[in-house]
């Protein structure tokens, strides 16, 4: 009998950066900046509403679009934005974002498709649109001379073809921390219309946007409600990463879609938690608030830490991340720096080149997660002090 094996497209999919950063942070007793979850609870009454749910005989099947209060409280929440969604036919509930991120691109893209995908990408979207069998188009961020970065929209126009059948969009930005301009994403939305493409847009991070800075869903803009498949999730929001409760928010059609995937996923998961989500998207938004302070100080306190520590730091306006250039410390590949920094200062973090398909236009840049306690930056700060 012919030995099984993987088949060719998911190959480069047999580990992660992430797991083998965390073992090495294991074995030398790193602090881990390199992982982006936070090491705080959530909220005490969506806790409290989770037990209540454990201990109250809600741990069977929830129906397959999920739990119709949770959608409900989606399409609540959703109207912040200005947004109307049916709960009972335009939303689904998944296991996490990242669920709804495959099952998106497997519903909606097949075999001869490209899917323009924006590098430096979180590492799950390479092996999402693998999965589908289509084939993926990368486009940079590119750098100002301030260090700020910004969507290439010149490369944007160029990456669409005949082909061309999705535009896959994560802002606030993991992993650099960049939140998309109204100009950008008015770009984008244009090139999406003219060229009939659907927009998947991860918008995890939309409540964890710094200094002013505003999150704007692309299916706001004129001409993409009806093209836009618009993904966010508990995690990052409420301190629940572990929980993996997800959503889409679409058109009916682009709805069943995606559960048409999904339902032969997971078929359905988290049927207790999901009265907690939809307890804390009505009653906790000003716990996030909180938290999104928080976050902008400890983003600061480490970016400061970083800058002393000799590395040329880079603006992060959203999400759990700040980037950093290893250069002026004398190396010139952070990802030999990385696999190293844990034996070398007991600190781990992520270089940014393995979430591209361009290694050496990223080199230099190394992610380092702030959603920690103060004191676990403080005691990363004061190892990384060694590299001077």
Not at 166 to 172: G, K, R
Not at 242 to 254: E, F, N, R
Not at 292 to 310: I, M, P
Request: proline share 6%; with cysteine; glycine share 6%.
């Amino acid at each position: 009998m012919r030995e099984p094996a993987l088949v060719p497209r998911l190959r480069p999919f047999t580990s992660t950066v992430f797991a083998e950063m965390t073992a090495l942070a294991v074995r030398h007793d790193a602090v881990n900046l390199g992982q982006g979850f936070p090491d705080t609870d959530g909220p005490a009454g969506m806790l409290e509403t989770a037990k209540n749910s454990l201990f109250g005989g809600d741990n069977q099947y929830p129906p397959g679009p999920g739990r119709p209060e949770l959608r409900a409280a989606i399409s609540r929440h959703r109207q912040r934005y200005g947004a109307s969604y049916d709960p009972d036919t335009e939303i689904l509930v998944t296991a996490g974002a990242t669920e709804a991120i495959a099952a998106s691109l497997i519903a909606l893209t097949e075999a001869g498709d490209e899917v323009i995908v924006v590098e430096p990408y979180y590492d799950s979207y390479a092996a999402a649109v693998a999965m589908a069998g289509a084939q993926r188009r990368v486009i940079g961020l590119v750098e100002t001379d301030s260090g700020q970065l910004e969507l290439d929209l010149d490369a944007l126009r160029e990456a669409i073809t005949p082909k061309t059948r999705a535009v896959l969009l994560n802002s606030p930005h993991n992993p650099t921390g960049t939140v998309f301009s109204r100009a950008q994403l008015a770009e984008v939305a244009r090139l999406c219309v003219e060229h009939d493409l659907i927009a998947v847009t991860d918008e995890v991070y939309e409540h964890l946007v710094f200094d002013g800075a505003e999150h704007l869903p692309l299916a706001s803009f004129p001409g993409m409600r009806e093209r836009t498949v618009a993904i966010s999730s508990a995690g990052k929001t409420f301190n629940c990463t572990g929980w993996k409760i997800g959503w889409v928010c679409s058109t009916p059609h682009l709805v069943a879609a995606v559960k048409a995937a999904k339902q032969f996923i997971t078929f359905v998961s988290g049927g207790p938690l999901q009265p907690a989500v939809a307890y804390a998207l009505d009653n906790e938004l000003e716990w996030v608030e909180n938290l999104r302070v928080s976050l902008q100080e400890k983003r600061d306190r480490l970016s400061a830490g970083l800058a002393d520590a000799g590395f040329a730091v880079r603006p992060s306006a959203g999400t759990y991340f700040v980037t950093a250039d290893v250069r002026p410390l004398g190396f010139a590949d952070a990802a030999e720096l990385a696999w190293t920094l844990p034996e070398r200062a007991g600190v781990a973090a992520v270089p940014v080149k393995v979430f591209t398909d361009h290694p050496d236009e990223w080199k230099h840049l190394l992610r380092f997660a702030f959603c920690k306690r103060n004191e676990v930056i403080d005691e990363a700060v004061e190892r990384l002090r060694k590299l001077v």
